[in-house]
């Protein structure tokens, strides 16, 4: 006989004490154009004494992610990254949150902004 196991999600389970957000890879419609990000803005439900929250990217399916400070101020609703321009031309780009809290409940991520420069008032020689 075969078994199956079932988690019963629930508003009153305690939360995971960490959990990440990856979005889903873009190329801002041009895969054959090199591009560069200026920085990044996250926004969340004002944190609570113990959420944290930290933005990150990865450029061109790199095996590694640049994760900026976390933000743990309580009532903050808003992180923030600077993006290195000289360092970071890419032709794909993907963003992380990471979520953190040592309470009973988690904090809520809403959104994410990222300015992309397409270079295209910029020439090759």
């Known amino acids: 006989a075969t078994s199956y196991g079932v988690d019963e999600v629930s508003p009153d389970n305690a939360p995971f004490a960490t959990a990440r957000y990856e979005s889903l890879i873009t190329d801002a419609n041009k895969i054959w154009a090199e591009k560069g990000a200026h920085y990044m803005r996250g926004y969340f439900k004002a944190l609570a004494s113990g959420d944290s929250m930290a933005l990150g990217y990865n450029i061109d399916r790199n095996s590694s992610w640049t994760t900026g400070t976390a933000v743990t101020t ?52």
Do not use: C, H, M, W
Request: proline residues 4%.
């Open 74 to 125: 309580a009532d903050k609703k808003e992180a923030r990254l600077q993006i290195p321009t000289k360092s970071t031309r890419f032709n794909e780009f993907q963003f992380s949150v990471d979520l953190a809290t040592s309470n009973s409940t988690s904090p809520e991520f809403y959104g994410l902004g990222v300015e992309i420069d397409d270079k295209q008032e910029e020439e090759r020689v």
